[in-house]
């Protein structure tokens, strides 16, 4: 595991100070023991507490305070509020979580002067990630799953040094190097559908099939990945030729224009640069809809947004009270 990571992360600047994002599970804290072992001298390690387990994410925040001292590297820890986030947005506990957590590491690439935070995403959490996509609706981004690494609209890279490798290479790795770690209960909770999906429903589909799903799922992200680049170069020239000056509206009629499939893309693009929280074909398919001069002129988005079509252009603004 450890050389496949050394090859994952060659050429990067181990002498940069960089963030990683440390809850305390065995995912995180191999990773920031990994990073640590390959070269890495600049590490922040990152942890936010959710305020979802009161008492057990003190103890969470203790023993990361702990890891890091021990390892010597810097600690940042926040809190947010994710059940209140959730509940004023409109959104999932989960969504809510990542959106939150996206916001600290900007704000803590900021205040630290990094480029790039290192998440301990891994393949069974790829394949996961691909079959909750296919289940409530995507095309190839969503096939796609998550990515080594990307980039945030405020420019801070997320790395995903583990995206390749299994859980149980993960724990194996721990268990022979005596690292300890923190146990998340809420893991092991069926109100999660990740975690429904990980104990209940992959298990379930790799007896069906008699085969391992999670291979084949890493596999379908990675197919998913090479068609979905070509189809973004594509969207991006399309979306150049609908949007206005600032990019903040779109043209009906030159998105009409486009082939369906671009114009999925060309939408779905147009959301996300807006901040338009957990978009899915059901939205974008919705938008698309606005096209047809028959259909209402608005559409209601995730986030309390929405889309209106007036004098023939598209608009993103804040839902009527």
């Not at 671009?262 to 398919?285: C, D, H, K, Y």
């Amino acid at each position: 595991m450890l050389q496949g990571v050394r090859e994952q992360l060659f050429g990067f600047d181990r002498s940069a100070t960089s963030l990683v994002g440390v809850s305390g599970g065995v995912d995180s804290v191999v990773l920031l023991h990994v990073l640590k072992e390959i070269g890495f001298k600049n590490l922040i390690v990152c942890h936010l507490n959710h305020q979802l387990r009161p008492k057990e994410a003190e103890k969470d925040e203790y023993f990361v305070r702990r890891l890091a001292e021990k390892l010597n590297f810097t600690l940042d820890v926040a809190e947010v509020d994710v059940a209140g986030y959730a509940a004023e947005n409109k959104l999932s506990v989960e969504l809510s979580a990542r959106v939150l957590r996206y916001q600290y590491f900007e704000m803590c690439a900021e205040e630290h002067g990094a480029d790039k935070v290192f998440l301990a995403h891994h393949a069974d959490d790829q394949a996961e990630t691909v079959l909750m996509n296919v289940l409530r609706g995507t095309g190839v981004t969503g096939m796609a799953g998550m990515r080594f690494m990307n980039q945030l609209e405020g420019g801070l890279k997320l790395v995903r040094p583990f995206l390749g490798v299994r859980r149980s290479e993960i724990e194996d790795y721990a268990k022979a190097g005596k690292i300890n770690w923190r146990e998340d209960a809420s893991n092991a909770s069926s109100d999660y559908t990740r975690n429904r999906l990980r104990h209940e429903a992959l298990p379930l589909l790799s007896e069906i099939m008699q085969r391992d799903t999670v291979t084949r799922l890493v596999s379908l992200a990675e197919l998913a990945r090479e068609d979905d680049d070509a189809l973004n170069v594509l969207a991006m020239e399309a979306r150049e030729a609908c949007a206005d000056t600032g990019g903040g509206t779109l043209k009906c009629s030159e998105l009409k224009k486009q082939p369906r499939a671009i114009q999925r893309r060309v939408v779905l693009n147009w959301l996300r640069t807006s901040s338009v929280p957990g978009v899915g074909m059901a939205e974008v398919e919705a938008v698309l809809g606005l096209l047809t001069e028959e259909t209402p002129a608005r559409v209601n988005l995730p986030g309390g947004l929405q889309v209106r079509r007036k004098s023939k252009t598209l608009t993103i603004a804040k839902q009527d009270a």
